[in-house]
């Protein structure tokens, strides 16, 4: 016997993976100081973490000298594809904020 209902059970999923979504994008504009010898522009940036991290398990080779970061790579690979879309339609209402920071001149 099935205490939770199929749609309670889709609620609570939804409810658990929406915190997830368009963190690269919020990753990438709050932490850029730790990108920015990574990525030369901060404009888009979650869009490119997540392509990164999609890429990853194509550009590593299972059993290498990287199999730890192959397999890491392979786990966060289907959050990166959801979260892609939606750190793309964050990214496209913070471009104003990212233009705005990318035109300060940097400090040291």
Same mark, same amino acid.
């Given at each position: 016997?099935?205490?939770?209902?199929? =749609?309670?059970?889709?609620?609570?999923?939804?409810?658990?993976?929406?915190?997830?979504?368009?963190?690269?994008?919020?990753?990438? !504009?709050?932490?850029?100081?730790?990108?920015?010898? /990574? #990525?030369?522009?901060? &404009?888009?940036?979650?869009?490119?973490?997540?392509?990164?991290?999609?890429?990853?398990?194509?550009?590593? =080779?299972?059993?290498?000298?990287?199999?730890?970061?192959?397999?890491?790579?392979?786990? #966060?690979?289907?959050?990166?594809?959801?979260? *892609?879309?939606? @750190?793309? &339609?964050? /990214?496209?209402? *913070? *471009?104003?904020?990212?233009? !705005?920071?990318? @035109?300060?001149?940097?400090?040291?």
């Amino acid at each position: 016997m099935c205490l939770l209902s199929p =749609e309670f059970k889709m609620a609570l999923g939804c409810l658990l993976v929406a915190p997830l979504m368009g963190c690269a994008s919020l990753l990438g !504009n709050l932490s850029y100081s730790e990108f920015e010898r /990574d #990525i030369e522009s901060r &404009v888009y940036i979650g869009t490119k973490i997540d392509g990164t991290f999609l890429a990853s398990p194509f550009l590593l =080779e299972p059993g290498g000298e990287g199999h730890q970061s192959y397999a890491l790579s392979l786990l #966060i690979w289907p959050f990166a594809l959801v979260d *892609l879309p939606l @750190s793309f &339609v964050l /990214d496209t209402v *913070l *471009l104003p904020y990212t233009l !705005n920071a990318e @035109s300060k001149p940097k400090t040291k």
